[in-house]
């Protein structure tokens, strides 16, 4: 956290508010976007690029507090950036960015294409940002339950297409729920996503699967608490085999 849908709620929320307006020192902000889970604003010679760490994120004309890391004053509306667990970044760069290939422009082509040459758990690969950035733990369990996918099935085995239409289709939902809230992440505005009010199985360890009734299973992929149906996502043949 924050993750894709998260960083694209803050960034469509800024530039709303912050476009066009100057920043003593860097001149002008052209835009605010989004890339993977980075959040980008573009100066005319300048980019201070955001990446959110776990608990990152920004608030619009409040009151420092314990947690604020710095302060931007854009021409009387201020904005502060506040990260609990210290493991976000600012960073000062000059365009262009080079940045890791985003999921949602990634064509399905190259997708699969990634996915055939890495024998990996897909659960472990999706976390993987220089595979493809944006996904985390919340989406990754989210979208191999939708695409009905063990999370430790091999990469090279997983249906590309109909897996990179899944993960498109869940993303741009959360998207418009404004992102999931399950602890820390509140908006510029200080408001809550929405879309924790249809996840289907992360954080539902001990749960209904909403599909077949089945309990939801927790365990470790990646060292990353991981939410799977055992019915609706059946384990691979070699997995099973082991538990024989």
């Not at 003593?24 to 010679?45: I, Q």
């Amino acid at each position: 956290m924050p993750e894709l849908p998260e960083a694209e709620t803050i960034a469509r929320i800024l530039h709303q508010h912050l476009q066009g307006k100057k920043l003593a020192g860097y001149g002008e902000l052209l835009r605010v976007w989004r890339t993977g889970k980075w959040v980008v604003f573009d100066f005319a010679e300048d980019q201070l690029i955001a990446r959110l760490g776990m608990t990152g994120t920004f608030r619009l004309n409040t009151e420092p507090g314990i947690h604020t890391r710095q302060v931007f004053d854009f021409e009387g509306t201020s904005l502060l950036y506040n990260d609990i667990r210290k493991f976000g970044r600012l960073i000062w760069s000059k365009p262009p960015l080079t940045a890791p290939p985003d999921i949602l422009a990634m064509p399905v082509e190259d997708f699969s294409r990634r996915l055939k040459l890495r024998k990996r758990p897909i659960k472990s690969l999706l976390l993987e940002q220089n595979f493809a950035s944006g996904i985390g733990n919340i989406y990754a369990d989210e979208c191999l339950f939708a695409a009905g996918i063990h999370p430790l099935t091999a990469s090279d085995q997983v249906d590309g297409t109909a897996l990179h239409a899944t993960i498109i289709s869940i993303l741009n939902q959360a998207i418009e729920h404004r992102g999931s809230t399950i602890s820390d992440f509140f908006d510029p505005m200080g408001m809550p996503g929405n879309y924790q009010k249809h996840h289907r199985v992360y954080g539902r360890a001990g749960l209904e699967c909403p599909r077949c009734g089945t309990l939801i299973v927790r365990t470790v992929v990646a060292a990353r608490g991981t939410h799977y149906c055992p019915v609706c996502q059946p384990a691979p043949p070699l997995l099973q085999q082991r538990k024989r």
